[in-house]
């Protein structure tokens, strides 16, 4: 069946700094990869949709400068959150698309700012 | 835009009883969406529960479903019988075929008590 690995679980970082999460698939090719948030409070944001050897498209609201999105092959993709505030605090998810319609997610990043 | 609505907050429901969760979509930009729900157990990532892609066709799986209705453009989710194991958040879900996003609603947490 198809997994996603998401590591690492729980990431704290000093506000300021940078966290990288990364993301795996394993039993499926992924074709792409989307990167979505989860804010205190709210639903999932989508952040940035990744297909290998295409262009990432982000979403209004979030940029590559400050959400760097690396998608080498069809097993692995990793995000960076840079410089990390507040606002950036909450669940990170990775999905991972098998087919034309199904996205497989991972366990989630939740990131903590100091 | 597109939009995804289902039941605000936290449901509470005995065990054995039966279970409703509402959810309704709005599309302007996918001419046959994909349905779905999915389940956040506390501490894990999301995991598909069902997915339906065709309007009028119903999907199941560990006792619930949900019938697409486009009609009334509703997806809601029943169980006829909860248990305890079945507390959780839960998700709808609207997506296009191909890499077109997913669009989540805000959740809604089940609570089964004894």
């Known amino acids: 069946g198809a997994l996603v690995y998401q590591y690492p679980r729980r990431t704290i970082c000093k506000s300021g700094t940078s966290m990288r999460m990364e993301c795996q698939a394993v039993?499926?090719?992924?074709?792409?990869v989307a990167w979505y948030r989860q804010s205190p409070q709210k639903t999932f944001e989508l952040i940035a949709l990744s297909t290998v050897n295409s262009a990432i498209k982000y979403e209004q609201n979030f940029t590559q400068e400050k959400f760097p999105i690396s998608h080498p092959n069809l097993s692995f993709s990793s995000m960076t959150v840079l410089n990390a505030y507040l606002e950036d605090r909450g669940l990170y998810l990775c999905?991972?698309?098998?087919?034309?319609?199904?996205?497989?997610f991972g366990a989630g990043t939740r990131l903590s700012v100091l | 835009g597109d939009s995804v609505t289902q039941t605000e907050g936290q449901v509470t429901v005995s065990e054995s009883k039966s279970l409703i969760i509402n959810c309704t979509y709005s599309?302007?930009?996918?001419?046959?969406?994909?349905l779905f729900w999915y389940v956040r157990y506390p501490g894990e990532g999301l995991q598909l529960l069902l997915k339906?892609?065709?309007?009028?066709q119903k999907g199941s799986s560990r006792g619930f479903e949900a019938t697409y209705n486009k009609e009334t453009t509703s997806f809601h989710l029943q169980k006829a019988s909860v248990q305890e194991s079945d507390s959780a958040v839960y998700y709808c879900?609207?997506?296009?075929?191909?890499?077109?996003?997913?669009?989540f609603g805000a959740g809604t947490r089940l609570k089964v008590i004894a």
């Open positions: 039993g499926f090719q992924a074709t792409s």
């Open positions: 339906v892609i065709t309007a009028g």
């Open positions: 999905g991972a698309r098998e087919d034309q319609n199904t996205l497989y």
């Open positions: 599309t302007t930009s996918i001419a046959y969406p994909n």
């Open positions: 879900a609207l997506g296009g075929t191909g890499n077109y996003k997913y669009v």
